[in-house]
């Protein structure tokens, strides 16, 4: 599991894959948890034909089990470590699926990497973890989506020399930070091959567990880039304390809940979804934390993987 370091130290987010173009995101009211302590999911009704799509079985039961990575904002984080209650843009939709489908979501801590191999083993019924949908994770693991993230990159502040990146090739000789886990970390080390062919100095991947070592690696020096969420970067330069620039957008994934391949669950949580978007409350979940860049505009059941 990772080690969750207070919001004002650890301004990094290491999932799977934020927001779109444009200013830095912000929550509302500039702070991450001042955001946290506001309310737009409560006054969620259920919805009973939405409901009625639920396996008789979970309806009865009346609750499912969720595995959910924590990092730092705006995908999921402690405001106060001290009492272990989860925000974020992750939470909040967690929790407004489970009004709409009058069931209750038992959310448990796990690291990252843990979250979709246990969903096979039936440990959780579903996960969340910004959890960007791949192809290679759509051989075993079902999505239900619910905003569109994408990869990025961020420098230190005083770095003004570093030019976007837009393709693999010119990372040649850098080192570049990311988490375990992730697509970033997939697709980093299934392209190294592209320096040495074009006979020049291969990058180094350097892969984190823990939501502050990241940074840390960044603000020391330790690496040159840090590959990321977009939503998470931007977030990040957005903190002074951080010292950071977001450097570009790379490409583009959705995101969604993770369920075990086949799961009889997928179609009442699209259903749920596309009704937090009919009745504005989507809307006002993503305002709230500064990531309307990241809006869909209806939910999809394991989509193709985006080019």
Do not use: H
């Not at 779109?20 to 991450?32: D, F, I, L, T």
């Not at 959310?107 to 990252?112: G, I, K, L, S, V």
């Not at 993230?149 to 010119?170: A, L, R, Y």
């Not at 620039?245 to 979804?273: I, M």
Request: proline share 6%; charged share 20%; net charge positive.
């Amino acid at each position: 599991m990772r080690r969750v370091l207070p919001v004002a130290a650890a301004l990094f987010l290491l999932t799977a894959c934020g927001s779109g173009v444009g200013k830095s995101p912000s929550p509302a009211g500039g702070s991450a948890v001042a955001a946290a302590a506001q309310d737009v999911v409560s006054t969620v009704p259920k919805v009973d034909r939405v409901a009625a799509l639920l396996p008789e079985e979970t309806r009865k039961a009346g609750t499912l089990k969720l595995g959910g990575s924590t990092g730092t904002p705006p995908s999921a984080f402690y405001p106060d470590p001290a009492v272990k209650k989860a925000a974020g843009i992750d939470v909040d939709f967690t929790d407004a699926v489970a009004k709409v489908l009058g069931i209750t979501i038992v959310r448990e801590e796990a690291a990252f990497e843990a979250i979709l191999p246990a969903l096979g083993s039936g440990k959780y019924d579903l996960g969340a973890g910004n959890f960007g949908v791949t192809e290679a994770r759509l051989k075993t693991i079902d999505f239900v989506t619910y905003v569109n993230d994408g990869q990025g990159f961020s420098v230190k502040k005083d770095n003004t020399t570093q030019q976007p990146v837009k393709e693999i090739g010119q990372l040649c000789g850098l080192t570049i930070g990311t988490g375990v886990g992730t697509t970033f970390e997939t697709t980093l080390n299934a392209k190294k091959n592209i320096c040495t062919d074009a006979g020049k100095k291969a990058y180094e991947v350097r892969a984190y567990s823990e939501a502050g070592a990241t940074l840390t690696s960044l603000q020391q020096g330790k690496v040159d880039l840090v590959m990321s969420t977009i939503n998470g970067l931007r977030y990040q330069e957005s903190q002074p304390a951080s010292g950071t620039r977001f450097l570009s957008e790379f490409r583009r994934l959705d995101v969604g809940f993770a369920f075990k391949k086949g799961s009889p669950l997928t179609p009442a949580f699209q259903a749920a979804v596309n009704q937090l978007i009919q009745d504005g409350t989507y809307q006002k979940i993503l305002q709230k934390w500064g990531t309307t860049g990241s809006a869909i505009t209806k939910s999809e059941i394991s989509p193709p993987e985006r080019p």
